[in-house]
């Protein structure tokens, strides 16, 4: 598994200063908290931690599920195994970190249109 530049982690270890904190629930249970941090003019850390819910094991409970780290030019995915095929937990974890680090884009899936002739 990746880690995070010793640069980017210094700042994250060493501040307090969350831009923006939010908690992620699925099917109405807790899942996960997200932070985001800016780390320094050209790089913003979205963190996935695993919430405090007791659906977690303890060692899992509160750790780093997920990074994301966007320096302008493009992004770096902490967490995610190299391999091609990713497992089902991994790409929720990759789907809510893309969709909260692009929050400056509306996303809209259509409803599909009734089927009038069978």
Known sequence: MATLKKEIQDVIDNTNDVLFREEI????V????????HTSKDATVH?????ND??????ISNT???????NGNGIEII???????IE???????HIL?????????YRIAEPSIKKEF
């Not at 807790?30 to 941090?37: A, R, V």
């Not at 089902?88 to 990759?94: D, I, K």
């Open 64 to 70: 780093v599920a997920m990074q994301l780290v966007d």
């Open 98 to 106: 893309l969709r909260l680090s692009s929050g400056h884009s509306v």
């Open 30 to 37: 807790h899942e996960y908290d997200y932070y985001k941090l």
């Open 25 to 28: 629930y699925i099917n109405d």
């Open 47 to 51: 963190t996935l931690y695993f919430s």
């Open 79 to 85: 967490g995610v195994n190299s391999k091609k095929t």
């Open 88 to 94: 089902y937990l991994e790409a929720e974890q990759l």
């Open 54 to 59: 007791a659906s977690w094991d303890s060692n």
